[in-house]
């Protein structure tokens, strides 16, 4: 029974975490109220770089390269912003070069091969040395005892366009886990899930209860929490994980049916925070249809609705060999469909460590079931060189016909252990961010070290296209253009 508890958490959460790479796409979904980059032509003879939080607000003393490394490829390259966060930039600056921004407590940013001209750039925080807890629980799940089946809660944080840039998977899938009992063996599942006490039969009663969820947000601040709330047919998916089947082939067993959402400002390490699972309900119904795949692929499917700006999942279902799928969805409210496409093997529960990743391509639009899904091919993981500065080496572009190129991501992490109970949970923090225009092979980043990084360091990357725009300005308007990315990694 173990295996059981953790194993059918654990596939739905791993599940509908693919959901935040792509469900911040489309020009829709309400803007953030500052843009995360803007250019625009220069108002006077030196060209200015301002620096901002993430609330708009101007931040005094951040540093600024122009170019690889100080000194090159002029004099005078290195700045510092003054109290309106502004530096300003020499008259020498005449042709197009790297810009990189970073502030104390604040992911550096570059944004590649940039043009002279006034820029303004959105820093985001890192993250704290200990992460803010939030827990409590998800109350209005429907539970009957005996009913045959099992409800659970899932909280997750809201998602929105620019999560499509540089996805966090532990954002969704809590790296920390809580242990329950399941007739006298002890079972770990996530902990951002809940699960209230309820009693079913296999073969004889058994009851399983994780009440209250706990999850870790990266920062302090103002946040918006979903809880999803689903039932899963007890007996059902306990005799198809005995069997051996995989998480990707029970997946339609699990029926998503509403949740609710909570906004707090979290002030303290530990904030408690009940959300309701019953305010929303997931009632209306839309078909999609499947894509093209090669044998070895698997394709998942989620509905996503807007709710009050922020996006939250309704549905998910894997395509076993059926033309269409049916999801449900928010009644009066636009769906957006985000597929999902990883290679079989690396979602398989049996693969070794060395064969799985975090490979995966997807792809959003406004649902229309006329439309066949289109995907970016998978890709294989960077590479990385240390010289004078790192040169991430890009694989070979995605190219697929009637997806344009649009762009080029990269983020750079600390991998940092941290003891929770009795294990060892990696905590990916994020250092230093990358974006660039069109489909490059490499990356040759500013010989600017990153002063006390960890031992070990993760390197993700992301190619960005669009079906519906064959250019885009690096700023809002790429995110919005955006509706196809393909993803992968590698630890150096």
């Not at 089947?245 to 925070?273: A, C, E, H």
Request: glycine share 6%.
């Amino acid at each position: 029974m173990e295996l059981t508890a953790k194993s059918l958490v654990l596939s739905l959460v791993t599940a509908l975490s693919f959901v935040t790479l792509g469900c911040s796409k489309k020009s829709d979904t309400p803007k953030s109220e500052v843009a995360r980059f803007l250019w625009n032509e220069q108002t006077e003879a030196n060209a200015k770089v301002k620096v901002l939080n993430e609330f708009g607000e101007p931040l005094e003393s951040a540093q600024v390269l122009i170019g690889y490394a100080q000194g090159t490829p002029f004099k005078g390259n290195f700045l510092t912003t003054d109290k309106n966060g502004v530096a300003r930039i020499p008259t020498d600056w005449n042709a197009k070069a790297h810009v990189t921004v970073e502030a104390a407590g604040y992911i550096r940013q570059t944004l590649l091969s940039q043009n002279p001209g006034d820029i303004s750039l959105k820093l985001l925080r890192r993250s704290a040395p200990a992460r803010p807890e939030i827990n409590g629980k998800v109350t209005g799940l429907p539970v009957v005892n005996g009913d045959k089946m099992t409800d659970f809660a899932l909280v997750i944080p809201a998602m929105t366009r620019g999560d499509l840039l540089n996805f966090d998977l532990n954002a969704v899938i809590s790296p920390y886990s809580d242990t329950i009992s399941v007739v006298g063996q002890e079972a770990k599942i996530p902990g951002n899930v809940s699960l209230p006490s309820q009693k079913e039969s296999y073969l004889f009663p058994i009851t399983i209860a994780k009440p209250v969820y706990r999850l870790t947000s990266t920062t302090l601040g103002a946040k918006r929490f979903f809880a999803i709330r689903g039932q899963f047919p007890f007996k059902k998916t306990i005799d198809e994980m005995r069997a051996g089947k995989p998480f990707y082939d029970m997946i339609n067993n699990f029926s998503i049916q509403g949740g609710g959402m909570r906004d707090i400002t979290l002030t303290q390490p530990v904030t408690t925070l009940d959300i309701p699972g019953n305010e929303l309900i997931f009632s209306s119904k839309v078909r999609t249809q499947s894509a093209a795949i090669a044998t070895d692929e698997v394709q998942m499917v989620v509905a996503v609705s807007d709710v009050a700006g922020t996006l939250a999942p309704t549905d998910i279902k894997k395509f076993t060999g059926e033309s269409h799928l049916q999801l449900a969805t928010l009644p009066n409210k636009k769906t957006y469909i985000v597929n999902i496409l990883k290679r079989q093997t690396e979602v398989d529960p049996a693969a070794t460590a060395a064969a799985k990743s975090n490979r995966i391509s997807a792809a959003l639009s406004i649902h229309n079931e006329a439309i066949k899904p289109l995907f970016l091919p998978l890709v294989e993981s960077p590479t990385v060189t240390e010289t004078s500065g790192l040169v991430i080496g890009l694989p070979s572009k995605p190219n697929q016909a009637g997806i344009n190129a649009l762009a080029v991501s990269a983020s750079i992490s600390d991998l940092v252990p941290f003891v929770s109970g009795t294990e060892t949970v990696i905590n990916v923090n994020r250092r230093w961010e990358i974006i660039g225009l069109g489909w490059d092979q490499s990356m040759e980043l500013p010989n600017w070290p990153l002063g006390d990084s960890a031992a070990e360091r993760r390197i993700e990357i992301n190619f960005i296209g669009s079906t519906t725009h064959k250019g885009a300005k690096l700023d809002d308007n790429l995110i919005e253009a955006a509706t196809h990315v393909t993803h992968a990694s590698t630890d150096f």
